[in-house]
């Protein structure tokens, strides 16, 4: 395959996208334009500059930048733009389904109503449901480095959009932040008929992987690299299905990972995990969907199985109907069908 094919092949499969902060989808161009019209000033004075300072050692040096981009936010119009172009794009590159991550306390720790955010993004999702065919689930992420009674005071604050949101997931700094501090978050979440993901395994360890899994019952893992360095937990991992949102360019930009070359993901598959492709922030991060599939397959050499095996765990991992799930598999297999 050349890489030209390979983009191609790429570009044609029907793709899910199961890891998406929307705060990360942010562009700088278009933070520039929201700022402009919001009156704020950059502490960057142009999108080059700006893109200068997009070099991280680790979690913690992109969140400061990422927080510092998502305050230039302020009106419902805001998010609603942030969300419509990230739907447009991924629907440029064949995304038929997202579910994506907002994170409240953001916005509310500055002032801003929980309502003015999820308006927006809930708009521009519906638009994107009909206007573009793409479906979605709305995931609301408590901020780890915040107390659970934070995390609990969002959680009410959802109360009233609760027909918009499908589950609640765990991000930001995960050191020192062990998915134990939220246990109570997170039985209160279930109560309220939310679905529960977690970021665990990206920086942390192992243990943060099972802590997420036996403590706040979740059912699927963000990150989740480093299950591999616990036989037991991978056993776990395949038994109970419960699939892993990669995301390589991301690992990548963060040094979870040296080179893409020593990324997990095939392992993974060769193991038998129910491991997925996504792109995390990819306006931080270099790249959307089928830039996270294409390094990734270059690097790893993956062949057009184990590319079709992704893109079906997408489907699998996903919060879609049973019958809806069935309907796009069969898409995918036809697909590569189509190619030799
Ligand atoms: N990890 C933790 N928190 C985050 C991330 C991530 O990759 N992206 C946005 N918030
Ligand atoms: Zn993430």
Redesign the pocket.
Known sequence: MTPLELQEIIQGIPKTELHL?I??SFEPELMFEIANRNNIKLDFDSVASLKKAYKFNN?QE??DI?YLGAQVLLYEQDFFDLTWAYLTKVHSQNVVHVEI?F?PQTHTERGIDFEVVISGIYKALEKGRKELNITYKLIM?YLRHLSEDSAFKTLEAAMPFKDWIDGVGL????LGNPPSKFANVFAASAKEGFKLVA?AG?EGPADYIWEALDILKIERI??GNRCLDDEALVKRLIENKIALTL?PL?NLE?KVIKKMEDHPVAKMLDKGILATINS??PAYFGGYMNENYFETAKALKLDKNQLMQLAINGFEASWMSQDDKVKHIIAVKDYFNTVN
């Open positions: 902060h705060e990360g979690l992109f969140l990422y991550f994170d992420s991000d930001s700094s995960e970021h990206e963000d990150h995301c991301s963060l995390d922030d």
